[in-house]
C-alpha cells in the first residue's frame, strides 16, 4: 500500500508541477495493520487526514506536516520502548483519537506518549488515551498549543518520583490543558517557566500532586477536581494568576500549597477533608467536634471518629508560606487538621467570605502581629463561633479569634497536649476571654459571619 501511495502522490506531485492540474481538496489516506506508519504518514502533504485502522500499529511516528492524524476506535500506536511514540513538529498538526503506549523511561530525554516540539505552535492532542508511558503528553515550547479530552493513565510500578507526569508544559505561552482526566504517575500537569497558560475542567485521582505551578504567570487554574492525591494544587513562584472553581476531596497533606505566589485571585474553591485509614483512603465523612460547631445543620456522616490506623485528609486545607498581596474570597475549607497554616512573613493578603467548616484547629499563625481577616466590614464563617447576632445584620455581634496562647504553647511544644483538660489551662483561657489584652498577636476576624456562604460545586464537565 505503501507504494502505490507513493506512486499517485508522484504522478499527482509532477502533474500539479507542470500545470496540467490544480492541487485537489484534503485527502484521506488509510493506514492498515501490516503497514509501515511512518512512510505512510510523510507521503501526506498539509490538510491531510491520516487515519489508523483498528488494530495495533508499530510506532515511533513522527508529524512534520500539518496534518491531522487520527484513529478508528480501537486503533493503538505502540512504540519500542525506546524514545517518544508520537512526535509532533509542525505547527497546527492535531493527534486525535489513538491509543498511545510503549514509550521509553529516560527523564532525561522526556520520553513521552505525544510529544509536541516547540516549532509545533498551535498543535492539539485530543480524545486520544495515554497510557503506561513516562510521560503522557509533553508540550515542549510549543506556543498555543492545546491538549483536551484526554485520558492519561500514567505509570503504575515503582517509585512515584520517578514516574513523568501527565501533561508537561515548559515554556509555551498560551498552551491550555482542558477536561483531561489524569491518573498514575507522578503530577497531573506540571507546568515551569511558562506564562498565559489555561488549565481548566480536568480530573486528577493517584497522583503526587494534581496540579504543579512553577514559575509559570498570568495564568488561569479553574474548574478542576482533584481526589485522593498527595497534594492537590500547589502554585508555586508564580503571579497574577486566577484560581477559581477548584475542588480537592480528600488529598492527603494539603488541598492548596502556595509558596511565593503572589498578586493572585483565589475564590469559589473548596477542599474537602476525608478520614483515611493506614490501607486505603476512603469516601466517608470527617469526624468533627460537635460542641465547638455553631450555624450548621447536623450531619451524620460527618460525626465518625477516627479509628485505629485513621487519619484526617488533608492535613492542611491551604498552607500559606512567603504569599503575598492574594485575595482569598468565597472559598470553603471543611474537615482537615489544620483550615489554613499561616507562615513566613506572608503580607499584603485579603482572606474574606470564606467558610470554615468543621476543621480540628482552623487556623494556625506562626507570628506575633495582628491580622484582621476581614474586609469592608464582612469577615468569614466559622463553625466554631459561638456568636449572637442580636440587630440581626448576619455579622457576629463580636470578634472572632481562632488562637489564644494555648494554642501557641501546643504549636511549639506538642507535649503539652497532656494538660489540655488540667483546671490551668481552663483558667487560661478563661482569662483570655475575659480580657482580650492578654491575647498574643494573631489573627482577629472583626466581622464574622453568622451563615456559611453557598459551598462551591464543580463545574459540570469536571465533575470526578
Same mark, same amino acid.
Given at each position: 500500500?505503501?507504494?502505490?501511495?507513493?506512486?499517485?502522490?508522484?504522478?499527482?506531485?509532477?502533474?500539479?508541477?507542470?500545470?496540467?492540474?490544480?492541487?485537489?481538496?484534503?485527502? @484521506?489516506?488509510?493506514?492498515?495493520?501490516?503497514?509501515?506508519?511512518?512512510?505512510?504518514?510523510?507521503?501526506?502533504?498539509?490538510?491531510?487526514?491520516?487515519?489508523?485502522?483498528?488494530?495495533?500499529?508499530?510506532?515511533?511516528? $513522527?508529524?512534520?506536516?500539518?496534518?491531522?492524524?487520527?484513529?478508528? !476506535?480501537?486503533?493503538?500506536?505502540?512504540?519500542?520502548?525506546?524514545?517518544?511514540?508520537?512526535?509532533?513538529?509542525?505547527?497546527?498538526?492535531?493527534?486525535?483519537?489513538?491509543?498511545?503506549?510503549?514509550?521509553?523511561?529516560?527523564?532525561?530525554?522526556?520520553?513521552?506518549?505525544?510529544?509536541?516540539?516547540?516549532?509545533?505552535?498551535?498543535?492539539?492532542?485530543?480524545?486520544?488515551?495515554?497510557?503506561?508511558?513516562?510521560?503522557?503528553?509533553?508540550?515542549?515550547?510549543?506556543?498555543?498549543?492545546?491538549? +483536551?479530552?484526554?485520558?492519561?493513565?500514567?505509570?503504575?510500578?515503582?517509585?512515584?518520583?520517578?514516574?513523568?507526569?501527565?501533561?508537561?508544559?515548559?515554556?509555551?505561552?498560551?498552551?491550555?490543558?482542558?477536561?483531561?482526566?489524569?491518573?498514575?504517575?507522578?503530577?497531573?500537569? *506540571?507546568?515551569?517557566?511558562?506564562?498565559?497558560?489555561?488549565?481548566?475542567?480536568?480530573? *486528577?485521582?493517584?497522583?503526587?500532586?494534581?496540579?504543579?505551578?512553577?514559575?509559570?504567570?498570568?495564568?488561569?487554574?479553574?474548574?478542576?477536581?482533584?481526589?485522593?492525591?498527595?497534594?492537590?494544587?500547589?502554585?508555586?513562584?508564580?503571579?497574577?494568576?486566577?484560581?477559581?472553581?477548584?475542588?480537592?476531596?480528600?488529598?492527603?497533606?494539603?488541598?492548596?500549597?502556595?509558596?511565593?505566589?503572589?498578586?493572585?485571585?483565589?475564590?469559589?474553591?473548596?477542599?474537602?477533608?476525608?478520614?483515611?485509614?493506614?490501607?486505603?483512603?476512603?469516601?466517608?465523612?470527617?469526624?468533627?467536634?460537635?460542641?465547638?460547631?455553631?450555624?450548621?445543620?447536623?450531619?451524620?456522616?460527618?460525626?465518625?471518629?477516627?479509628?485505629?490506623?485513621?487519619?484526617?485528609?488533608?492535613?492542611?486545607?491551604?498552607?500559606?508560606?512567603?504569599?503575598?498581596?492574594?485575595?482569598? @474570597?468565597?472559598?470553603?475549607?471543611?474537615?482537615?487538621?489544620?483550615?489554613?497554616? *499561616?507562615?513566613?512573613?506572608?503580607?499584603?493578603?485579603?482572606?474574606?467570605?470564606?467558610?470554615?467548616?468543621?476543621?480540628?484547629?482552623?487556623?494556625?499563625?506562626?507570628?506575633? $502581629?495582628?491580622?484582621?481577616?476581614?474586609?469592608?466590614? +464582612?469577615?468569614?464563617?466559622?463553625?466554631?463561633?459561638?456568636?449572637?447576632?442580636?440587630?440581626?445584620?448576619?455579622?457576629?455581634?463580636?470578634?472572632?479569634? !481562632?488562637?489564644?496562647?494555648?494554642?501557641?504553647?501546643?504549636?511549639?511544644?506538642?507535649?503539652?497536649?497532656?494538660?489540655?483538660?488540667?483546671?490551668?489551662?481552663?483558667?487560661?483561657?478563661?482569662?483570655?476571654?475575659?480580657?482580650?489584652?492578654?491575647?498574643?498577636?494573631?489573627?482577629?476576624?472583626?466581622?464574622?459571619?453568622?451563615?456559611?456562604?453557598?459551598?462551591?460545586? !464543580?463545574?459540570?464537565?469536571? $465533575?470526578?
Amino acid at each position: 500500500m505503501a507504494g502505490a501511495c507513493t506512486i499517485v502522490r508522484l504522478g499527482l506531485a509532477a502533474a500539479i508541477a507542470a500545470g496540467l492540474v490544480t492541487p485537489s481538496r484534503a485527502e @484521506r489516506i488509510a493506514v492498515g495493520l501490516g503497514d509501515t506508519s511512518q512512510d505512510i504518514v510523510d507521503l501526506a502533504v498539509d490538510g491531510d487526514t491520516v487515519v489508523f485502522r483498528p488494530g495495533e500499529h508499530r510506532g515511533p511516528i $513522527r508529524i512534520a506536516r500539518k496534518l491531522t492524524v487520527e484513529g478508528e !476506535p480501537g486503533a493503538v500506536v505502540v512504540g519500542p520502548g525506546k524514545g517518544s511514540v508520537v512526535t509532533v513538529s509542525a505547527p497546527g498538526a492535531i493527534v486525535r483519537g489513538l491509543t498511545v503506549r510503549g514509550s521509553g523511561r529516560d527523564l532525561e530525554k522526556m520520553d513521552s506518549g505525544i510529544f509536541i516540539e516547540k516549532s509545533a505552535a498551535g498543535a492539539i492532542a485530543e480524545n486520544n488515551r495515554v497510557e503506561g508511558n513516562l510521560y503522557g503528553i509533553y508540550i515542549h515550547g510549543a506556543p498555543e498549543a492545546i491538549v +483536551r479530552h484526554n485520558e492519561v493513565v500514567g505509570i503504575q510500578t515503582g517509585r512515584m518520583n520517578e514516574a513523568g507526569n501527565g501533561v508537561s508544559v515548559w515554556d509555551a505561552p498560551g498552551a491550555k490543558v482542558l477536561n483531561n482526566s489524569f491518573r498514575y504517575g507522578r503530577d497531573g500537569i *506540571f507546568s515551569i517557566a511558562s506564562r498565559r497558560n489555561v488549565f481548566s475542567g480536568n480530573r *486528577f485521582r493517584n497522583l503526587r500532586f494534581a496540579v504543579h505551578y512553577m514559575y509559570t504567570n498570568d495564568g488561569e487554574v479553574t474548574d478542576n477536581v482533584s481526589t485522593n492525591n498527595t497534594v492537590g494544587y500547589a502554585i508555586m513562584y508564580s503571579h497574577r494568576l486566577t484560581i477559581r472553581g477548584n475542588v480537592s476531596d480528600g488529598d492527603r497533606d494539603r488541598g492548596f500549597l502556595f509558596n511565593f505566589a503572589n498578586g493572585s485571585q483565589i475564590s469559589g474553591n473548596a477542599v474537602v477533608g476525608r478520614i483515611q485509614s493506614a490501607e486505603r483512603w476512603t469516601r466517608s465523612g470527617l469526624g468533627g467536634n460537635e460542641a465547638r460547631e455553631h450555624g450548621l445543620p447536623a450531619d451524620n456522616e460527618s460525626r465518625q471518629t477516627l479509628g485505629a490506623g485513621d487519619r484526617i485528609g488533608p492535613e492542611k486545607c491551604v498552607f500559606i508560606y512567603n504569599t503575598n498581596k492574594n485575595r482569598f @474570597r468565597d472559598n470553603w475549607f471543611e474537615g482537615c487538621e489544620i483550615g489554613i497554616h *499561616f507562615t513566613a512573613g506572608s503580607e499584603g493578603n485579603e482572606i474574606a467570605g470564606n467558610a470554615f467548616i468543621r476543621n480540628q484547629n482552623q487556623v494556625k499563625y506562626v507570628g506575633t $502581629r495582628y491580622l484582621d481577616w476581614s474586609k469592608d466590614g +464582612r469577615g468569614n464563617y466559622w463553625s466554631d463561633n459561638p456568636a449572637f447576632d442580636l440587630n440581626g445584620d448576619g455579622l457576629g455581634d463580636g470578634a472572632y479569634r !481562632p488562637n489564644d496562647l494555648v494554642d501557641r504553647v501546643l504549636w511549639t511544644a506538642p507535649q503539652a497536649k497532656v494538660l489540655m483538660n488540667s483546671p490551668a489551662v481552663q483558667v487560661i483561657r478563661w482569662a483570655q476571654a475575659q480580657f482580650p489584652a492578654l491575647l498574643p498577636g494573631g489573627v482577629v476576624d472583626s466581622h464574622p459571619l453568622m451563615a456559611p456562604p453557598a459551598r462551591p460545586q !464543580p463545574a459540570e464537565g469536571a $465533575r470526578p
